[in-house]
């Protein structure tokens, strides 16, 4: 494998982290007034990278054609997945965010620039073939993201959560890098390839170890229960397209490392991962359903919901066969759909006078003051909750058969029973909208792209949706395959 | 008889979680309580400095500018770092060595030419 044909594969993060540089220089020589252009551009390069990633995974592109860099990258069809619905939250990240930071003249030239730079990481990360690349990658992502929920430098708040989030996930970097170390010191290689090799005939004690702290440390960057403590601080206090970003790309991007790490990596050892994976999946089904039940704060509450659905996304996760990283990918891009379309509602709730509305009192009676939003946050809402004419009913059915067909019929049971739980709280925020006395708080105006990205993410929940499953099934079976060909 | 053995990964996994949690509230308290005034009187709690009262209220803020060359310091510190054993294993690592290295200054330089742009260079 020559350099060039290397080149040519790692192509679509050429192109966006040479934008984002050039861009760096736009923002510091024009100032904060071309933001508006700056963010156009930035989507420009990720629409081209979305294209050109589209097509290797619609041929569906695996086995040693896709091996960069002497095993370092892989840019295979799993990796194109992933890529995908990172780079349309990313997108979505940017188009809504100049509307919000506008109002108080805190749009920065930066915000696109850290986005790219944040997108740029989470591709190195869904195509990590070597601890390496992985934690070069994951720290990418998180150095931008530290800033980005930092952005609103006046608002303390906001402070508060970049530093949190800073610590926390420097606490699991770290742990992470001791698990990695561990590895390395055990079986003597740092690539996914080898560690497989290397673990082929059973684990020793200290392989073991490195195993488990590489999931603890990865169960932080999801945001899995027993590691979720810092998402509902960190979720509240960034600022809104922030958040947005945050619950869906970098999750979309680490629950793609997770797998790759868990299948190509640790494949032969799948009983030794699999209790970690279904305990973090059902104690974060659990907490998540839980701790949002006694919310007031409408960002708070979808960041339990975030990781009750990382619970959902893992018990994909704990089949540890094609067909449940197939569940799981189309898990992921419903889930994408519906997070972004929830927090363009929440940016939606606005005061007269425009200032962010964030209490969930506020949307009470909103079907008589505002019906269009109403309707579309009732939808996502019992989306979200898996009832079956909508389509995150599909995600949740697709997961629970894979868990079934690979006889954990235990934790596809106990995970339905528990997924009533967290539609107590879905429901009551439409219960809220719909029969309550109208607050009518929310009366501000809203522009279009916040409009669009509201309508698209609708009709994808609606049944209409389901005309996607066909396709979506036979994408996600392609990139499973392609993960486990090479594992 | 049930194998106990094959539940390891969970324990050690369990046992991340509690002792983090664990340490991150009880930490402090004993931490508080090994180092913190145990048993304060008015002279122990008195400022000291160099026999005089103190002047001023020693936790006065510094200027963020500092924090800022510290950090350009560190990124240069940190290039130079790397600079040594990429210049003697040259030889080895060959024209993509090279190639890969002029990227990386590339790379530092828009940085630099980021933060001299945004006025970071400047005292005043």
Known sequence: MDFVASLGLILPELILSLTGLVLLLVAAWAGDKASSAISVAGCVALGACFFLVARTVCAGASGPDTVAFFGQFRADAFAGFA??????????????????????????????????????????????????TLYIGLEMNSLSAYVLAAFLRNDSRSS????????????????????????YGFTGTTSFEGIRAAVGDGLNGGTLFGLVFVFAGLAFKISAVPFHMWTPDVYEGAPTPVTAFFASAPKVAAVALATRVAIEAFGSQADAWRQVVIFAALASIVVGALGAIGQSNIKRLLAYSS????????????????????????????????????????????????????????????????????????????????????FGFWGKFVVFQAAVQANLVALAAIGIAASVIGAFYYIKIVKIMFFDEPADTIRGKSDWAHWALLAISAIVVSPLGYLLTAWLGKLADGAAAALFLLA | MVDLEQYLPILIFLLIAGGLS??????????????????????KLSEYECGFPAFEDPRSQFDVRFYLIAILFIIFDLEAAFLFPWA??????????????????????VGLAYAWKKGALEWE
């Open chain 1, 307 to 390: 990781i009750n659905n990382v619970g959902f996304i893992l018990i994909g996760l704990a089949c540890a066969t094609p067909k449940g990283v197939s569940a799981l990918l189309v898990y992921l891009a419903i889930y994408v759909a519906m997070t972004v379309g929830s927090f363009v509602a929440v940016l939606m709730m606005r005061a007269e006078d425009g200032t962010p509305i964030e209490g969930i009192a506020d949307l009470a009676g909103l079907s008589r003051t505002r019906p269009a939003l109403a309707w579309c946050l009732a939808m996502l809402m019992f989306s979200l909750a898996g009832i079956p004419p909508l």
């Open chain 1, 83 to 132: 890529k995908l619905m990172i780079y349309a939250a990313s997108g979505a990240a940017l188009v809504v965010a100049p509307a919000f930071f506008g109002r108080t003249g805190q749009m920065k030239a930066e915000y696109p620039v850290l986005i790219l730079f944040a997108t740029v990481g989470m591709s190195l990360m869904v195509s990590a073939g070597d601890l390496l």
């Open chain 2, 88 to 109: 003697v294993s040259l030889d080895l690592t060959g024209w993509p060595g090279w190639i890969t290295m002029m990227v990386f200054l590339f790379e530092l330089a």
């Open chain 2, 22 to 43: 664990a340490a991150f509230v009880f930490l402090p308290m004993g931490v508080a309580r090994l180092t913190g005034t145990h048993n304060p009187s008015a002279e």
């Open chain 1, 160 to 183: 508060e959560a970049g530093l949190k989030y800073f610590v926390l996930g420097a606490l699991a970097s770290g742990i992470l890098l001791f698990g990695m170390s561990l590895t």
